[in-house]
């Protein structure tokens, strides 16, 4: 009997992903230093971090500053991570006449580009004559445009499989849910400001270990009903809201940013269940808010928004507002 035939497929392919960085302020570059660069944002195409390298005076000391050098950066650990790239100087005339150096056009000649470790760069040192690059229309108010397009090749083997079999996203989150909702099986009870919740005391425990200190410390007394004063019924049942079903309750306000007419960021809903976070040690909770307060840092508000973060431990929220607060020292004084 003759043996089955099998097959197997292998598919080689890129991950692409685009990165623009705009740089302001291209006549104070100038007289960096050759070989000295200004660097964007990294940012993650195929599982790696990348980087744009732009140089004012260029990269090669022989070139004696005549061309800016533009590369593309490997910016995390890899080893042999193989390519595609793209720089692109942006026209901002409107006229769409942009220089474009692909590596993406040559991938059939020369095959993708091999970077053998954090740090490897492409891109080319005689990127634009400087003095055409100066009288051109990609220079505009002292402004670079730059586009960077990243292709991470990839390489996997496909072969047939039994017909699969869809699992559904966890709904446990909604099962909770709806225990808290019916107030089924609860068996204590919070006074916040005369608006009274039901709970369940396993489910507070196995989320926050000051819920477990308070329920089973081992003491005898057995009290039913807490009165909560330092906390706002709104926020108490966003609390609780979180603990149950692990996502923030649907509030406008949770995202609301000082440009409505909220009279203080401490107002702001994340500001509140920053501090019930902190109280009951939820640290999941503690960085979704300060997820929402980060994008409500400006010039007029990081100082408050960074007294919150000290005063409730929330060091991620507090290492960007110094980011932020050290980047725009300027602005904050006028």
Not at 162 to 183: A, K, Q, R, T
Not at 266 to 287: E, N
Request: proline content about 4%; some cysteine; hydrophobic content about 40%.
């Amino acid at each position: 009997m003759p043996s089955p035939t099998t097959t197997s497929l292998s598919v080689t392919q890129t991950i692409n992903g685009s990165h623009n960085f705009t740089i302001k302020g291209y006549s104070l570059a100038k007289g960096i230093g050759v070989g000295k660069h200004i660097a964007s944002d990294t940012f993650s195409v195929g599982g790696y971090q990348w980087a744009i390298y732009f140089y004012p005076d260029g990269k090669n000391p022989e070139d004696n500053s005549a061309y800016v050098s533009v590369f593309i950066a490997l910016a995390s650990d890899g080893t042999d991570v193989r390519a595609l790239f793209e720089l692109s100087l942006l026209d901002q005339s409107g006229k769409g006449k942009h220089k474009v150096h692909s590596h993406f056009d040559r991938a059939l000649e020369s095959g993708p580009y091999t970077l053998k470790y954090r740090g490897s760069m492409w891109g080319y040192k005689r990127f634009f004559r400087r003095a055409m690059l100066e009288t051109s229309d990609f220079l505009k108010n002292d402004c670079l445009k730059i586009n960077c397009t990243v292709g991470v090749v990839v390489s996997a083997t496909d072969c047939p499989r039994l017909h699969p079999i869809h699992v559904p996203e966890s709904d446990i989150g909604s099962h909770f849910g709806m225990l808290l909702e019916n107030e089924e099986g609860s068996d204590i009870t919070f006074n916040v400001s005369g608006e009274k919740f039901h709970a369940h005391k396993l489910v507070l425990a196995a989320r926050s270990p000051v819920f477990e200190d308070e329920f089973f410390d081992g003491t005898e007394e057995d009290n039913n009903e807490i009165f909560v004063a330092d906390m706002e019924p709104r926020v108490f049942k966003a609390l609780l809201h979180f603990i149950y079903r692990d996502n923030i309750i649907e509030d406008e306000e949770f995202s609301a940013t000082s440009s409505t007419c909220m009279p203080s960021i401490s107002d702001t809903l994340a500001a509140k269940l920053l501090a019930a976070a902190d109280k009951y040690d939820l640290p999941r909770l503690r960085l979704m808010c300060e997820s929402a307060l980060c994008k409500d840092i400006s010039v007029n508000s990081v100082a408050n928004i960074l007294a919150l973060a000290d005063r409730y431990r929330a060091m991620d929220l507090k290492s960007v507002c110094l980011k932020f607060a050290a980047e725009n020292l300027v602005g904050m004084f006028l």
